[in-house]
């Protein structure tokens, strides 16, 4: 009962933005929730966007998009995949609260339990001072017979996305591909 009385009461500035726990069904923190909120808030303001790409740390290919023409559905998907806000991952996580003075942020981390999980960690950064999420930092891996992959996925609210994936095949080269999404407001 402390974890949701300490998460409702870190997240909740408005509301219906940014809930992290529905305390009638007893959850994590939803990512979806959260994008859902980004959405309904941000919609209708344009703003363009860099996005950048990195294959193998070689040479970065750049292009400007905007707000309107991005595929929204492909990022949403990847961030998605890690929600851990269904009931059937109660119990699975480790959850830990804490608050960084130097940073002036509460911070709620959530680790994996059994290693089988796809999301192995899952950080929420929110202000001390009006509670409003700063970052959302997210790890998650997959192991197949013929292919290991990670994904690391980091959200600062209406400024960055950054997806980094490793692809790690029984057969055949790594392949480590990172793209940025620089909001220019």
């Not at 949701?4 to 997240?11: D, E, Q």
């Not at 860099?50 to 023409?69: A, H, Q």
């Not at 192991?143 to 400024?159: A, C, E, G, H, S």
């Amino acid at each position: 009962m402390m974890l949701l009385s300490a998460t409702i009461f870190l997240f909740s500035c408005k509301e219906d933005e940014n809930k992290s726990v529905n305390a009638d069904e007893g959850t994590y923190y939803s990512i979806r929730q959260f994008a859902q909120d980004q959405w309904n808030y941000n919609m209708g303001a344009p703003f363009v966007i860099l996005k950048t790409v990195r294959v193998n740390g070689g040479k970065v290919d750049s292009s400007y998009t905007n707000s309107d023409t991005l595929n929204w559905g492909h990022i949403f998907d990847l961030f998605f995949q890690c929600d851990i806000s269904d009931p059937s991952f109660l119990g699975k996580y480790k959850y830990s609260f804490f608050e960084d003075e130097e940073q002036d942020t509460y911070d709620v981390f959530y680790e994996a339990l059994d290693e089988d999980l796809y999301t192995k960690k899952f950080l929420v950064t929110a202000s001390q001072e009006n509670k409003l999420i700063r970052g959302i930092y997210i790890e998650a891996s997959e192991k197949t017979p013929f292919n290991d992959k990670i994904v690391k996925l980091y959200y600062k609210p209406m400024k960055r996305i950054q997806i980094q994936v490793t692809d790690k095949p029984l057969f055949g080269k790594k392949k480590h591909v990172v793209t940025e999404y620089e909001f220019i407001r």
